[in-house]
């Protein structure tokens, strides 16, 4: 039998690396992802992470099919504070020409209510609700562990959204690339998806493109080699119209929503 269950995850910093940062300060992604929140759900479960160049882990292959939300916890409208830490990193390789200075912007106190579909035979579904992990979980550094207590475990039903009302999504969700032109193109709505909810004073929206996965490419003296596949999320307070329809939304309860992709 599948259920919607959630956690919530929290750790005192986390850096979850931008790849497209390499010089000068390394960046963070804000908001935990999916590739990510699959490298946590691995070592819960004990299962072996990268071990050759080109080559998905195993906790990947088998954990991609997965239905996740996620929802930032004790936020500003979305954004969790940052500080940049300083190191020296002492690799042999990275001191070639002299001592090389890392500073990375760093999450402070990043927290995450995420949901996923298990059924109740699945091993992942006895160690959130036990609160139980074969490996320490970390936040992008294994020196920024991530828990969750047993008792913020929650199920739900599974329960696909009908769109009979107007709703507000409680995680983030994927907007699709393009949406905004179309809509202008066909002149439904001129500001695109933010038109079509129920204006309030206190309303923000949060843009961030994270990570939902690898796409494999071919490198001449590498051989294969994976990157992330890139997709737009917002994160809102927002109430949208039934007439707008997102993706693989499910009902939690009342007109609150989740996105689990």
């Known amino acids: 039998m599948e259920?919607?269950?959630?956690?919530d995850l929290e750790a005192d910093f986390g850096f979850l690396r931008k790849p497209d940062t390499n010089n000068g300060i390394a960046m963070s992604y804000n908001m935990l992802h999916k590739p990510?929140?699959?490298g946590i759900f691995g070592a819960i479960l004990g299962m072996e992470?990268?071990?050759?160049?080109?080559v998905l882990p195993a906790?990947?292959?088998q954990l991609q099919n997965l239905k996740i939300g996620i929802a930032p916890l004790r936020d500003e409208c979305g954004n969790f504070p940052k500080t940049t830490i300083v190191?020296?990193?002492t690799v042999g390789y990275a001191n070639k020409d002299g001592n090389f200075i890392a500073y990375e912007n760093t999450l402070i106190r990043p927290s995450y209510r995420v949901f996923v579909i298990l059924s109740d035979e699945h091993p992942l579904y006895h160690s959130l609700k036990e609160g139980q992990a074969e490996y320490i979980p970390y936040l992008g550094k294994n020196e920024f562990p991530?828990?969750?207590k047993p008792e913020s475990f929650q199920e739900y039903v599974l329960d696909p959204f009908a769109f009979n009302q107007d709703y507000h999504v409680a995680t983030l969700f994927c907007k699709k690339e393009g949406e905004s032109s179309r809509t202008q193109e066909t002149g439904s709505s001129p500001l695109g998806f933010a038109a079509l909810?129920?204006?309030?004073?206190?309303a923000f929206f949060y843009f961030e493109r994270l990570p939902v996965g690898f796409q494999e490419f071919e490198m001449k003296k590498r051989g294969k080699e994976y990157q992330y596949q890139m997709a737009p999320f917002v994160y809102s307070n927002a109430k949208f119209s039934a007439d707008y329809?997102?993706?693989?939304l499910y009902s939690l309860h009342g007109n609150q929503v989740v996105q689990l992709n």
């Open 197 to 202: 909810f129920a204006t309030h004073s206190d």
């Open 87 to 89: 190191y020296t990193n």
């Open 49 to 54: 992470g990268y071990q050759k160049r080109g």
């Open 36 to 38: 990510s929140l699959l």
């Open 3 to 7: 259920r919607l269950v959630s956690i």
């Open 146 to 148: 991530i828990w969750w």
């Open 59 to 61: 906790y990947y292959l």
């Open 245 to 248: 329809r997102l993706d693989n």
